[in-house]
């Protein structure tokens, strides 16, 4: 059996409080991991405060992270955005100042943009909407800045991570008519973190999805859905949260626990962590 390589198409790392990107990737390409998108994460992550300063600077942390995973031989993807969670957090602090909430926000994005034009990052991400019960009014500002950053990203050619509720339907014929209706490139925005209804919503939509790598959804996924997605450990490297998602070599071993098992065979595997990677991001493979 010759060695399968593994793709992460979506995941976090803290070198402040957590192992940061040298630890993880360093173990990933141990275990097969040749490729992974590295998503910025909130300035309170790393103990900064949230307001201009800290967002540019967790994106500084971020851009050096990514040039440590090129360093180690992992294709990298850069992206950076602001988390719907921290536009709920924002908002939830004052629900009447939501244009100067706004105002900040545009001024980090355009800074992403700018660093995007320079060929320091590669796109958007995680931009969206939450995922849990929140205030109508973070709703309404992310649906603002969601659209904003796509408006960008089609003039960018920028790729895009959408953290979405996953409502399975009505969420990819909401994104399907706004990626449509603002003529961005539906090739390039990812519905990051779905779960197998929604990801069988997306692949009827031809939208491109990553799915977590978790074993039971993997296992439910390779029966139901055609290998058209990349699997994801959307790992946040936070110590105090162990168990919240899975270590990238986890997602490697759960995939191949799957093909010794007999429930996926290796051309499926090949498909979403080579194939797909190739074809989405426009990296030569490996
Ligand atoms: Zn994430």
Redo the contacts with the bound molecule.
Sequence with gaps: MKRLLYADG?L?TNPVYGLGAEKILSRFRERGGWFAVL?SLGPHHYGLEENYDGFIKSIEILVNECRIARSIGIKTICIAGIHPADIDKLIGRDRHRGREILELIMKVVDYIAKLIKEDILDGFG?IGRPHYKSLPEAFTLNNIVMRYILNLARDLHAYVHL?LETAGFITVRDIYEVIDMIGVDKTKVFL?HLDVATGIEAEKMDLPFTLPGKYALLREAVRRIKPVYIIES?FIDDPKRPGVSSYPWEIIDNQEKLISEGLADEEYIAKINIDNVVKFYGVSSP
Excluded: A, C, P, T
Aim: zero cysteines; a negative charge.
């Design positions: 979506h976090h998503v995680e953290h990051h959307d």
